[in-house]
């Protein structure tokens, strides 16, 4: 079955910034995937957005170097800090 093309622009990169010892230079690590899911709230006009990603990806995030990598609308990507 093949998934919808609405869900493949949800993906999201996820990684971890990290820091070379020897020279100092910052990157980042990616290490998983994750997608953005909308939920309409009832009482509200207003919607909770929520990341999903799997426990093993999410258990290796450290929050102070926490990293997504979006595809914005023009065909580029920004990295986020979370």
């Known amino acids: 079955m093949r998934i919808p093309d609405l869900i493949i622009k949800c993906v999201v ?16 690590s990616y290490k998983g995937t994750g997608f953005f899911v909308s939920v ?19 258990e290796k995030a450290n929050a102070n170097h926490f ?3 979006l595809n914005t609308a023009a065909g580029k990507s920004m990295d986020c800090w979370i």
């Open 13 to 28: 990169y996820l990684g971890i910034g990290v820091v070379n010892e020897k020279t100092g230079e910052k990157s980042i």
């Open 40 to 58: 309409k709230a009832t009482k509200a006009d207003a919607s909770f957005m929520f990341l999903v990603t799997a426990r093993h990806v999410a």
């Open 67 to 69: 990293f997504v990598r």
